[in-house]
């Protein structure tokens, strides 16, 4: 058996979780999200998961003004903070001015979550609760099976409501966060 010892100090304080854990989860590279107190952790994806978050996160960095970063999933959308909740999307669009070095802690632009057999629950619930209730304008769910890609925004009454679908090679036309153009596949 082998012992993994935690570094003393975490490199990020939550409230409620030991900074022991907090440090191993670092020091063993896991992708781990805080959900309103309770640590997440995340599989590793699988390869039609990552095909998708790189082509999509690459169509939507060439299309970007330069005003506005697309960030992958290690980046932390902090919901919650000072009280340490994160969540991990696997594409982050957001204005320069509010991605920090270490995460951003106002509402991003966009947010997209492409589903997995260990996550469809939530990715599809729980996280489409937690961008709704904190104001991300626009959620995307893919799903790579399919693949289709589901375009839900913000309504006058604060919910989402599916503006888009496509699936295959259809072209997805939007206008928010910007005037974007893409295809799920070549």
Known sequence: MTVVEADPAPTLEVPGIPGEVI???DRLGMRYEVVDGLVVVMPSARKPHERLVVRLGGQLE???????????????????WPRGSFLNPDVIVARGEDADDDGIRVPPLLVVEVRSPSSERHDGITKRD?????????????????????????????RYAETARV????????????????????
């Open 23 to 25: 440090a191993l989860l």
């Open 62 to 80: 060439a299309q970007a003004p330069p005003e506005l970063e697309v960030l992958g999933s290690n980046y932390n959308y902090y919901y919650a």
């Open 130 to 158: 937690i961008y709704q209730r904190s104001g991300v304008p626009s959620y995307w769910l893919v799903d790579p099976d399919e693949p289709s890609l589901t375009v839900l925004e913000l309504d006058e009454g604060g």
């Open 167 to 186: 699936s295959g090679a259809e072209v997805l036309r939007v206008e928010r966060p910007f005037p974007v153009e893409l295809r799920l596949t070549r």
